[in-house]
């Protein structure tokens, strides 16, 4: 990036406890480096913290073009995660920014999350503890309200979306005895090969079959509102829906409606258009679901690998190669 030039990197918002480990790495390489947690600033002053930057890490901080576009030195932007929503792609292109991400992060632990939801959905593990301290207080078992409770041998598992994370759902839950069905029209006829036990329905027959949903598509224009009252509808009144995926995939509006009316049994949530969501939040006021804070990601293994993947990928920008995993194709200079 410029001979005799001392590069810069930004990382702009992070959920790590600190960036020291990345300080000490790019130190000893001769590479300047600052992190800051800009992630509810206003875009002009986000600005002025990276408007210098030539690699630039950003994890929840929104880069439309109106930030892109002034930009100085920037020739790489790198996602700290596998969505990127929060990123112009077409922008920088459009202004000659490499963009990357981390689709192999934490693959593994949010299929996990969701298989633990799906069972936690189907077991009532959340509203049998109400169960247990109802009948602690009174001196006796009374489980008004927890039955039924269904067999999930049998039954038959939707996946919503079967890329690097549903396919994980598939392989992890085949050994349970689920009928599992999927449906994915981004996925190529050999990639569905390679994905042995799962039936192909189409999104329909998907929502009306599956006995438990869970949702792992990347949120896109076509995508948003997947899970809407529309769908939900379809769905039947005994079944579970989980999303782990991106909170713009489920209209939580129509969600909490068909919780309320009894037109599914329950949902599991683990992430949220506004993040956190609003203490008015309408899923708040209900009790057949279960709300956990944006968790799926988290692991120790996965935490340490994504910062090894990213230095990667910022030592590559700085020695002006490509990064691991590029969105948008830039001829470099």
């Known amino acids: 990036m410029g001979k005799g030039k001392t590069v810069k990197v930004i990382v702009t918002d992070y959920i790590e406890p600190d960036m020291a480990w990345e300080?000490?790495?790019?130190?000893?390489?001769?590479?300047?480096?600052?992190?800051?947690?800009?992630?509810?600033?206003?875009?002009?002053?986000?600005?002025?913290?990276?408007?210098?930057?030539d690699v630039i890490v950003v994890n929840m901080v929104k880069f439309p073009e109106s930030l892109i576009s002034r930009l100085e030195n920037c020739k790489l932007i790198i996602r700290h995660g596998i969505g990127y929503d929060n990123v112009d792609v077409d922008a920088c292109t459009k202004y000659g920014i490499q963009f990357a991400y981390q689709p192999d992060y934490c693959q593994i632990d949010v299929a996990e999350h969701a298989i633990s939801l799906i069972f936690a959905c189907a077991r009532?593990?959340?509203?049998?503890?109400?169960?247990l301290d109802e009948s602690s207080q009174s001196g006796q078992w009374d489980f008004t309200g927890?039955?039924?409770?269904?067999?999930?041998?049998?039954?038959?598992?939707?996946?919503?979306?079967?890329?690097?994370?549903?396919?994980?759902?598939v392989r992890k839950m085949q050994s349970f005895?689920?009928?599992?069905?999927?449906h994915d029209p981004y996925l190529s006829e050999k990639r569905r090969a390679a994905i042995q036990g799962i039936e192909w329905v189409d999104k329909e027959a998907l929502f009306k079959e599956a006995d438990l949903i869970t949702v792992h598509t990347p949120l896109r224009e076509d995508t948003r509102y997947i899970?809407?009252?529309?769908?939900?509808?379809?769905m039947k009144p005994t079944a579970c829906l989980v999303n782990t995926s991106r909170g713009g995939m489920v209209?939580?509006?129509?969600l909490a409606e068909a919780l309320s009316a009894g037109k599914i049994a329950c949902a599991a949530i683990d992430v949220y258009e506004v993040e956190p969501p609003a203490p008015e939040f309408e899923l708040f006021?209900?009790?057949?679901?279960?709300?956990?804070?944006?968790?799926?990601?988290a692991s120790e293994e996965a935490g340490w690998e994504i910062r090894e993947s990213i230095l990667d990928d910022i030592l590559a920008g700085c020695?002006?190669?490509?990064?691991?995993?590029?969105?948008?194709?830039?001829?470099?200079?």
């Open 23 to 53: 300080a000490e790495q790019l130190k000893a390489q001769g590479i300047e480096f600052e992190a800051h947690q800009l992630k509810f600033l206003p875009e002009d002053e986000v600005l002025e913290k990276v408007r210098d930057a």
């Open 124 to 131: 009532k593990v959340c509203r049998s503890r109400k169960t």
């Open 146 to 169: 927890l039955f039924p409770i269904y067999r999930m041998e049998g039954k038959t598992l939707g996946v919503l979306g079967v890329g690097r994370i549903g396919s994980h759902v």
């Open 177 to 182: 005895g689920f009928r599992i069905i999927g």
């Open 227 to 234: 899970v809407n009252a529309e769908t939900l509808a379809l």
């Open 251 to 254: 209209d939580s509006l129509a």
């Open 285 to 297: 006021k209900l009790d057949n679901i279960i709300l956990t804070p944006h968790i799926g990601w």
């Open 319 to 333: 020695a002006g190669r490509d990064a691991r995993c590029v969105v948008n194709e830039i001829r470099r200079s």
